[in-house]
């Protein structure tokens, strides 16, 4: 399955996750893929609510520029939004709407909080390098 990182802290979040849709060639609606949206900060669940209408409202137009649908019917995806705004709020239930965007869009949502010590260590991401390694270097230094 092919893999998406949106990291919710960076300028540009939709920009890059369409670039990363169309570098990985996923076809929206059709090919099976996960999102892992990335964050430092609690997120609350009516932030996540309209985060993920949001997504909804992306990945419709997104599906429809990869369709290549030079009719389409601002009608019909008004409606196909709006029922996505209708089930949250008949609802009230954030995992029933994630669940419904996973089973449309063929997309499993990934909810991951990020250490801000990630980014510091992220020089080192591929080395095996541990906190104890670091450590042994700075002890051998000064002996």
């Known amino acids: 399955m092919k893999t998406i990182e949106l990291d919710l802290e960076k ?6 996750l369409s670039s990363l849709i169309k570098d990985k060639n996923i076809k929206l609606g059709e090919e099976e893929f996960q999102l892992v949206i990335q964050f430092y900060y609690e997120i609350n669940k009516t932030l996540y609510a309209s985060l993920l209408l949001f997504l909804v409202e992306y990945f419709i137009q997104e599906r429809n520029k990869l369709a290549h649908d030079k009719n389409f019917d601002l009608h019909f995806y008004n409606t196909l939004t709006k029922n996505y705004y209708e089930f949250y709020f008949k609802n009230q239930d954030v995992t ?48």
Not at 11 to 16: E, F, N, Q, W
Not at 111 to 130: C, Y
């Open 11 to 16: 300028d540009d979040k939709l920009k890059s």
């Open 96 to 143: 029933k709407l994630e669940n419904k965007i996973e089973k449309d869009f063929k997309i499993d949502i990934e909810l991951e909080k990020k250490n801000p010590l990630d980014d510091v260590f992220g020089i080192w991401k591929n080395e095996g390098i541990s906190l104890e390694n670091i450590r042994d270097k700075a002890w051998q230094r000064n002996n």
